[in-house]
């Protein structure tokens, strides 16, 4: 069976079955995290996740079910997103979660659901897919699927100089430290908190944005990251294993002070290594060259309208699926 005459229920060969997600499947997708990522993840983290309608479509995907078993076998989907593309504002994806459970893999699901999901994308009005894909599904996206590698994302790092105790990482290892660091934490960002209604990338360049409205902010808002204005620049983090810089609003404005209270606000809450992503094909800002390149991943894209073809984006951390 071809992608062109799959429903949007789904389609079935002899041995799996191939629907379109809906919250009805949010179970299997637990089963789906558990073993793919060996990952916990609640029902609710999932509802919330797949949200996407306030950004102009609710997520697209499809979900392989093993017709003997019933079991889920694999899932790829995108989450949509509005793009800014030489001024114009674009239904865009990104392509995130893809699974394959341990007991179904080399049996062409992840081609299959792709392709449907590609379908189903194009008859919603879906212009460009963006993807970060990572060792295990570059091979099948670009070789197999047709994306295209236009770029690099790089993690850049600052370690610090004079090393703090990492309580941040003992939070990670211990999830019920979280209730007593959440509100130490909290208490020292307070006097800098803000709360923008956009987060608009600042550089001037060619390229295309993550259109970071109102919309993007609530959808991406948790309880680990926060605005925060220091010196006159705006900076969204999220305190992971890293005290990890989304973005900034004014690159132009980063002086040595500025880093110099980034890396005290980094000691004060545990944090040894700051980080923030950029494209590899962006120069590095100057006041930023004190960071160093740990890493690149793969910025790819596939391109279901020729008009928008060859369109590269600005990727930081704040326009990952991720984040």
């Known amino acids: 069976m071809t992608p062109s005459s799959a429903t949007y229920g789904g389609s079935t060969t002899e041995e799996y079955s191939f629907e379109s997600v809906t919250a009805e499947h949010y179970p299997l997708l637990k089963i789906l995290y558990k ?3 060996h990952a916990s993840v609640a029902e609710k983290e999932i509802e919330t996740r ?3 309608s306030s950004l102009g479509l609710p997520l ?3 979900i392989a079910i093993h017709n003997l078993t019933n079991h889920p076998a694999a899932y790829y989907g995108v989450f949509p997103f509005k793009a800014i593309v030489n001024g114009e504002i674009v239904q865009a994806a990104q392509s995130g979660d893809t699974m394959t459970h341990s007991e179904h893999t080399r049996k062409g699901l992840f081609v299959k659901l792709a392709l449907l999901t590609y379908e189903d994308c194009r008859k919603k009005g879906v212009k460009i897919l963006i993807g970060q894909p990572n060792e295990n599904s570059y091979h099948g996206l670009v ?25 941040s990482k003992l939070v990670l ?19 800098r908190r803000a709360e923008p209604d956009s987060f608009q990338n600042p550089l001037q360049t060619t390229y295309a944005k993550v259109n970071r409205d109102i919309h993007y902010l609530d959808y991406k808002k948790t309880s680990d990251k926060f605005f925060l204005q220091i010196d006159g620049i705006t900076i969204w983090i999220r305190l992971t294993d890293l005290f990890w810089i989304g973005d900034f609003s004014d690159y132009e ?8 209270k980034i ?8 944090y040894n290594t700051i980080s923030f992503n950029l494209n590899k094909s962006i120069s ?36 990952s699926d991720t984040w």
């Open 60 to 62: 697209i995907g499809f």
């Open 284 to 319: 590095l800002p100057p006041a930023l060259q004190c960071f160093k390149k740990n890493g690149s991943q793969a910025s790819c894209f596939l391109y279901l309208d020729e008009q928008y073809k060859d369109v590269n984006f600005i990727l930081t951390a704040a326009d």
């Open 263 to 270: 890396k005290r606000l980094a000691f004060i809450l545990g």
């Open 173 to 191: 290892r211990f999830p019920a430290l979280r209730k007593f660091y959440s509100p130490y934490a909290k208490s020292i960002l307070k006097k």
């Open 50 to 52: 797949f949200n996407t």
């Open 35 to 37: 073993n793919a990522f």
């Open 253 to 260: 404005k980063i002086t040595p002070m500025f880093i110099k």
């Open 143 to 167: 070789n197999k699927l047709g994306w295209n590698h236009l770029d690099e994302v790089v993690r850049w790092d600052l370690k610090l100089r004079f090393k703090t105790f990492p309580v």
